[in-house]
């Protein structure tokens, strides 16, 4: 009945989609364009102390040092491959395992961070995933990681954590079904941890006769990159723009993180020897059939009580970022405001990188305008990525495209009913925080903040802004939107009638628009 009840429940909201959808397109096209207001405000100057790069490491020089010259994604058992697949060749073989090894062609320090770029730039491949919900379908697509920038706050953290006890990832499925075929996975990328940090993605080459390339559009994706996203990208880029991509982390780590993970480390022990001693649950487990429903119910409840013997022996620690009637609410909206910052510095350093290295690889774009394109979570960082690269290449055209943004993350992780960003306000016992406590808190972290969109509107207010938004949005808070747009003065905009998922699944069709407003910005032929 559960299940029925789930699936009527899913029906339900897809209708109710495609009814907005079908209401969207009778509302004036589904975006309205509404031009600067007024175009007489100032800039601001950057606050002073922004830019505070870190000190490298002794941890991250010896990663650099230790990196070595290629890696290999997977190792190939030749036999077991051909027996699958008999129609490769020897020299097929071969081919496959030389696509295995990945080339490290760039691994250097800088701006606080180690810098790595691998694999064969003279080609790239999107893949993607589905999560299929009734009888529509959400698509979501990645691009491909060739690039990262581990910074040495992140690689110290991973040390850390690394010491007490392993990261509980989830089972990789994949693997198992390359394991039929004879491939397996070996997974150098974590042992060298390319892939933590922010990943990056470098442009696509093109074929010699094509035209010269507009620019570069920076690519900023979001939580869960989508197929609209990227339909709009591949536009772009038909339009004769070259892609590069980033992949934001802006979800904060708690303060008390280590004790929290040495908590999950301790209690995830303390489940599995419970699990192993109970022989109910042994027996169900190693059972060859089909599990009943009588089955299931009794797994699950030695499951709960795995649990509930964790609870008796252990105190779950505080996540550093609750609010209590006591708080010092200036003291913990500084705390906040100076880890945002960081985390969104961090994302302008990685940014910098990669336009860097692109700019080495293709020196035709070297250059050329860049266009900072943000998508909902990743429109967060935009404004300070624009802000540091308008700095690094004071010749070169910047501007701004915001697709779902705001202005200050603390209240859009309030708000939010997606995420909450890793701020976890709430304490999990005791009274929640009251409205009072919540605006104070937001005031006192405005007036710390020095990378938040909200105090970086004004400073980029002078680079041309574009920002689409839904009037209806509590994904990234339409309230957001509009502070952004109210501090930054001069932002056109595109505003959409409904929500954050109908924003997003109208938004490849209002490509022909931003190559307008990009021509409008002396920004493209």
Same mark, same amino acid.
Request: proline share 8%.
């Given at each position: 009945m559960p299940t029925i009840a789930v699936w009527l429940l899913m029906m339900i909201k897809d209708i109710m989609m495609f009814v907005l959808a079908l209401s969207a397109l009778a509302v @004036? &096209?589904?975006? !309205?364009?509404?031009?600067?207001?007024?175009?007489?405000?100032q800039a601001h100057p950057l606050p002073s102390g922004v830019w505070v790069v870190p000190e490298e490491t002794e941890a991250l020089q010896t990663l650099q040092r230790d990196t070595p010259e290629s890696f290999i994604i997977a190792k190939i058992d030749r036999e077991v491959l051909q027996r699958k697949l008999p129609k490769l060749t020897s020299s097929d073989l071969d081919l496959v395992e030389a696509a295995m090894?990945?080339?490290?062609?760039?691994s250097r320090?800088?701006? @606080? &961070?180690?810098? !790595?770029?691998?694999?064969?730039t003279d080609y790239s491949i999107r893949y993607s995933?589905?999560?299929r919900f009734g009888f529509l379908s959400t698509t979501l697509e990645q691009f491909e990681t060739d690039g990262s920038y581990l910074s040495a706050a992140e690689l110290d953290w991973l040390i850390a954590r690394d010491e007490i006890g392993p990261e509980n990832s989830i089972p990789d499925f994949s693997g198992l079904y390359l394991s039929l075929y004879g491939i397996s996975q070996t997974h150098e990328e974590r042992e060298w941890k390319l892939k933590d &940090?922010?990943?990056?993605?470098?442009?696509?080459?093109?074929?010699q006769d094509s035209p010269?390339?507009?620019?570069?559009?920076?690519?900023?994706?979001s939580f869960y990159e989508n197929k609209y996203e990227h339909r709009l990208l591949d536009r772009l880029e038909g339009y004769g723009w070259a892609?590069?991509?980033?992949?934001p982390e802006i979800t904060l780590r708690e303060p008390n993180a280590l004790e929290l993970h040495a908590y999950s480390t301790k209690s995830r022990a303390i489940r599995q020897e419970w699990l192993a001693e109970d022989p109910e649950y042994q027996r169900l487990k190693q059972t060859s059939e089909a599990y009943t429903d009588e089955d299931l119910r009794v797994l699950s409840e030695r499951q709960l009580a795995a649990h509930e013997a964790v609870a008796g022996q252990l105190v779950r620690p505080k996540t550093g970022f609750e609010v209590f009637p006591d708080t010092d609410l200036e003291a913990h909206g500084q705390m906040i405001a100076r880890m945002v910052d960081e985390r969104i510095a961090e994302h302008a350093y990685a940014a910098q990188s990669l336009i860097e290295e692109s700019d080495r690889i293709f020196p035709d774009l070297a250059d050329?305008?860049?266009?900072?394109m943000g998508f909902s979570a990743g429109s967060l960082v935009t404004p300070a990525i624009a802000q540091r690269l308008r700095e690094l290449f004071p010749d070169r055209q910047i501007a701004i495209v915001m697709v779902g943004g705001g202005g200050d993350l603390l209240s859009a992780s309030i708000g939010s009913v997606f995420t909450d960003g890793g701020i976890h306000l709430e304490p999990r016992d005791g009274p929640e925080p009251t409205q009072e406590q919540l605006d104070e808190l937001v005031t006192h972290y405005r007036a710390a903040s020095k990378l938040d969109p909200l105090t970086l509107g004004p400073v980029v207010r002078d680079i041309p802004t574009l920002h689409l938004y839904a009037t209806r949005d509590s994904v990234v808070p339409t309230s957001t939107a509009r502070a952004f747009n109210a501090a930054h003065g001069r932002v056109d905009r595109l505003v959409h009638p409904l929500n954050h998922d109908t924003l997003f699944l109208f938004l490849p069709g209002e490509a022909g628009k931003i190559k307008s407003w990009l021509r409008q910005q002396g920004l493209m032929d």
């Open positions: @004036g &096209g589904c975006f !309205r364009y509404h031009p600067v207001e007024s175009d007489s405000l090894v990945r080339p490290i062609n760039t320090l800088e701006h @606080g &961070g180690l810098i !790595r770029f691998w694999g064969n995933r589905t999560l &940090g922010i990943r990056l993605g470098l442009p696509d080459p093109v074929a010269d390339r507009a620019g570069t559009v920076l690519h900023v994706a892609i590069a991509h980033l992949d050329k305008p860049i266009v900072v």
